[in-house]
């Protein structure tokens, strides 16, 4: 067997940051190193709180959960309890995790992991506000040249926003982190709204999880039917958007996506667009390219690769 690729997980979970999680623990030839929590879709003592209760429903209590950064860098931080519910699991009945919270501050491990890795091998999976990766990166510059890359979820461009009119709400709650990863020089994938919007959990794809008959496969699916019935009010479609586990379905299998290698500078000034992603899709400046951003995605291939690996779980 090849040797697995190793990757750092940084999340603000969220069902779709569990069903990424999910995707992950499901897939052997990926080496979860660690999980660094960030304040997100809800605060960090929940956050970190449910990536535990998601390693522990996979059967994956030795996977090392850490607790980052209390809020942007910034910014006073902004959740989504409307979307994600009370917890930010809210859905399935999850029992309290036992498993224990690593004692290390998740930045610290991101960077001793990345100095202690070969330069080159360790992927950063960022599915939420960017805040822990930017103060890496600002804590030891040094890691920027031994990041493998950073596939990420964020911002939106055709799309819009879906917390402002221009920002996603990942790169809207720390747009001053996301601006630090950006001008950082690592290779960066970005799927935006642009992709994840066409990932929809219709009812069909939704019944196909609860059909596993397993408990991953249970959970999953009421994990999708809360999710789903913000965005299915909000933009009127069978299914909602399927967001973070994107980012993992890249690294298995980056031939599912199609986009294009541009600049992405993100806004920090003005309220009125704060936090938009602001990608030259056409090459109308000279900045450099710092990103590849995903538009398209075979959606079907995507989701029979969810269902096969969660049913491994």
Known sequence: MPEKRKIIIDTDPGQDDAVAILLALGSPELEVLGITAVAGNVPLNLTEKNARKICELAGRPDVKVFAGAVRPLVRPLVTAEHVHGRTGLDGPVLPEPTMKLQEQHGVDFIVETLMREAPGSVTICPLGPLTNVALALIREPRIATRIREIVLMGG??????????????????DPHAAEVVLRSGVPIVMMPLDVTHKALTTARRVEAFRRLGTPV??????????????????YGTDGGPLHDPCVVAYVLKPELFKGRHCNVTVETASELTMGMTVVDWWGVTSRPKNAMVMRDIDADGFFALLVERLGRL
Do not use: M, Q, S, W
């Open 156 to 173: 939106g461009f055709f799309e819009g926003g879906n917390v402002t009119p221009t920002a996603e709400f990942n790169i809207y709650v």
């Open 217 to 234: 496969g249970e959970a999953t699916a009421a994990l999708l039917d809360f999710f789903e019935r913000f965005d299915e009010e909000k």
